[in-house]
């Protein structure tokens, strides 16, 4: 798994925990250890929220490093939508599985899915989807609570990579 913040940018062995199919989603455990753990916000989101989406998008043509893109949530989870959140933030290939952050760098989706329109619009897996997940395969997990402190964008950016 390749890992990269503002401090380092490392490559560490992982092994998968469990899979699911419905919603896309797995666990891997890394061989490393995390300054701070990260927060799912689990409370659904509004349209016209402000949103960072990270990730390692198309790395052999914009390198290894992490990138940030930011947007909106454009769509709220409906079954049109495979109750996935719409946003307008910039996504491509090697985005999935990266988190959509909120401005107060909690992780309120997990990117999933870019769907190709007139214009290109991102799809994630809403939390508290992701940690019904999480919860039933590690049933140790203990979630953090949320942040309810707003921050700007790069240190959303430094607290989340």
């Known amino acids: 798994?390749?890992?990269g913040n503002a401090s380092r940018n490392e490559t560490v062995r992982a092994t998968v925990v469990a899979?699911?199919?419905?919603?896309d989603?797995?666990?891997?455990?890394?061989?490393?250890?995390?300054?701070?753990p990260v927060t799912?916000?689990?409370q659904p989101c509004s349209r016209g929220t402000d949103i960072m989406v990270l990730g390692?998008?198309?790395m052999f043509e914009l390198g290894a490093t992490l990138k940030a893109t930011r947007g909106v949530i454009s769509g709220l989870p409906?079954?049109?939508?495979?109750?996935?959140y719409l946003y307008d933030a910039v996504t491509n290939g090697g985005n999935s599985g990266g988190p959509v952050c909120d401005a107060k760098g909690n992780i309120v989706a997990v990117h999933c899915i870019g769907v190709n329109t007139a214009s290109r619009y991102?799809?994630?897996?809403?939390?508290a989807e992701v940690l019904a997940f999480v919860q039933k395969s590690l049933p140790e997990y203990k979630p953090q609570t949320p942040?309810?402190?707003?921050?700007?964008w790069p240190a959303v950016d430094r607290q989340v990579s």
């Open 25 to 36: 989603l797995a666990i891997l455990r890394v061989e490393t250890t995390f300054d701070k």
């Open 147 to 152: 942040t309810s402190a707003t921050l700007d």
């Open 1 to 3: 798994v390749q890992l």
């Open 56 to 58: 390692y998008p198309e």
């Open 19 to 23: 899979v699911s199919e419905k919603p």
């Open 78 to 84: 409906s079954p049109a939508l495979d109750n996935l």
């Open 40 to 42: 799912f916000d689990p």
């Open 122 to 127: 991102g799809g994630g897996i809403p939390a």
